[in-house]
């Protein structure tokens, strides 16, 4: 059974930063996509970044400049160095893996890891 485990939430200062880490265990392949999402009450989850197996990033234009997405050395992990953070980057992050095979892709959740900004 494929399970995605979040680490690395917390409470930080505005301007401060932060780096979560998500591992995925049960999987026999590589996920082709991994990224990180984030949700607020009330609000649909939103795209944070992504990034592919052979190394493309995309990331929300709310935080180009400031977080960092990496994939580890290890099969099938993902990093988010997030620095200079806002309040409003405050939320519940979600891990995210894609598998794709020939008759199509599947989606794997973590269960989430808060980040709260606040002075």
């Known amino acids: 059974q494929v399970q995605l485990v979040e680490s690395g939430g917390g409470l930080v200062q505005p301007g401060g930063s932060l780096s979560l880490s998500c591992v995925v265990s049960g999987a026999a392949i590589s996920a082709d996509v991994m990224g990180w999402y984030r949700q607020v009450p009330g609000k649909q989850r939103e795209l944070v970044a992504v990034?592919?197996?052979?190394?493309?990033?995309t990331y929300a234009d709310s935080v180009k400049g400031r977080f960092t997405i990496s994939r580890g050395s290890a099969k099938n992990t993902v990093y988010l160095q997030m620095n200079t953070l806002k309040a409003e980057d405050t939320a519940v992050f979600y891990c995210n893996a894609e598998f794709s095979t020939r008759i199509g892709s599947t989606y794997y959740w973590g269960q989430g890891t808060q980040v709260t900004v606040s002075s």
């Open positions: 990034i592919t197996s052979a190394g493309d990033t």
